[in-house]
């Protein structure tokens, strides 16, 4: 058994992917092979339920000069951050000289907002190329990993933040205690950390098990992120349940006593207790619906090829990896992925090694069968690629199961 990264409790493994590549590593022709494995297997505190990988993949093999990820790839996403950006300019940075942090702040989607209201920022995130967009949009940015010396160097140079803001990438990282005394040293005394990211529940819920990745270390609830705050100091006091990325969490986390918590917190704490959200049952169902699903998936497509039927996929995701390496998909079955992402394009997905080709590959011509990876992007990718059901099209979806649409 593991010891878990939060609170050295016992963790219990509920789901064994196996020997599993690198999410994000896209290869070229040239460099297939080089990709890095690890054993993917995910598991459950016994102690403060906190959901999380067996096994830690180190972090630069995940976030480096060449992370092919863009927050700026969805334009739902584009206006969701803009959306949140333009409330913490009304509300918690509506003080004098304002200060924000941002952990994670990849393209700078989110702080382009705050730059353009020549509100003080800095986003971190080690991961050179995408910060490089970032700045090319007057974003300020430090390459580096956020931990607890980068954050007393932030606050000895810019002094303390009003607002520590991170979305989908607290998840990514083992290490939180040294991210708590990061946020210890740098956080204002009544400021307030903002942490957004795939929620728990809605993943049980919808079986999506293909959000289970090498960097997706952590899949928060309300519950385990309560006491995850209280273990390294802080306390949670608000939660706000969001739909994108097929269902994520908003957690408002402060210094104990500063904030009054409000109800939501108690209402999902309950909620989460009547789902089952830390029984061992609930994770032997998951696990035996996750055995289905990819069951359906494979023979659905084995049957497809054997009818002679065109199909390919769509959104190289991170996600994809798990699918793909898991049920053993290459590109005998999925000749190709196209993908809007340029850093993507005419590279090989890691360890099947399918080729990723642009967005306008999709038409030329439209395969009878789409295969959607994205499917947390699903309206908005259908609305934009409505002419593939206009040609008699159909999408592949495997999550909540598998199914046509
Ligand atoms: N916040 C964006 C990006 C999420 S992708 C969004 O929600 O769309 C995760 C990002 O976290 C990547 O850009 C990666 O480089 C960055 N990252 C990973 N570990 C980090 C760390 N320790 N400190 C800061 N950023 C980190
Ligand atoms: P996403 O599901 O956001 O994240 P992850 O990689 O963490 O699983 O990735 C969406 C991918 O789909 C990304 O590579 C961009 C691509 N995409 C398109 O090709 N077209 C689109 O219209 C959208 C919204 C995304
Ligand atoms: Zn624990």
């Known amino acids: 058994m593991a010891e878990c990264r939060i609170c050295g409790g016992a963790v219990d493994e509920f789901f064994d992917f196996g020997r599993q590549p690198v999410s994000d590593s896209f290869v070229t022709p040239e460099t297939a092979g080089s990709e890095f494995y690890f054993r993917l297997a995910a598991g459950i505190c016994t102690s403060c339920t906190m959901v999380q990988l067996m096994e830690e993949v180190p972090r630069e093999q995940m976030f480096h000069e060449d992370y092919p990820y863009r927050s700026n790839g969805s334009a739902v996403m584009h206006r969701h951050f803009e959306d949140y950006a333009n409330r913490l300019l009304a509300t918690e940075l509506s003080g004098a000289d304002p200060f924000i942090v941002e952990i994670g702040s990849n393209d700078g989607t989110m702080l382009k907002t705050i730059q353009k209201a020549d509100v003080r920022h800095l986003g971190v995130d080690p991961s050179a190329q995408v910060a490089d967009f970032a700045r090319a949009d007057g974003v300020r940015v430090r390459t580096a990993f956020f931990e607890d010396s980068t954050a007393r160097e932030i606050a000895a140079a810019d002094g303390a933040a009003d607002v520590i803001f991170s979305a989908n990438t607290t998840s990514h990282i083992p290490y939180m205690d040294s991210i708590f005394r990061g946020v210890d040293a740098l956080l204002a005394a009544d400021g307030v ?200 099209g159909k999408w592949i979806l495997y999550v909540p199961e598998v199914h046509l649409a």
């Open 193 to 392: 950390l903002v942490l957004e990211d795939r929620y728990l529940g809605s993943i049980m819920e919808q079986r999506a098990f293909d959000q289970i990745y090498d960097e997706h270390f952590y899949l928060f609830s309300v519950s385990s992120v309560q006491k995850m705050a209280e273990i390294f100091g802080f306390e949670l006091v608000d939660v706000e349940p969001l739909t994108v990325h097929g269902g994520s969490m908003r957690y408002s986390i402060a210094r104990p006593g500063k904030r009054t918590p409000s109800a939501a917190v108690t209402e999902f704490v309950d909620r989460e207790r009547t789902q089952g959200l830390a029984s061992p049952e609930t994770y032997k169902q998951f696990s035996a619906g996750v055995l289905k699903s990819c069951k359906e998936l494979t023979d659905l497509l084995k049957d497809l090829h054997a009818q002679g039927r065109t199909v390919v996929g769509y959104g190289a995701t991170a996600k994809s990896a798990t699918v793909i390496n898991y049920c053993g998909i290459g590109p005998e079955l999925l000749p190709y992925i196209c993908d809007s992402t340029l850093a993507k394009q005419g590279r090989l997905t890691p360890g099947m090694h399918i080729p990723v080709r642009p967005s306008e590959a999709f038409s030329e011509p439209y395969p009878e069968y789409a295969l959607l990876f994205a499917w947390n992007h699903a309206e908005e990718i259908m609305a934009k690629e409505q002419g593939f059901r206009d040609a008699g």
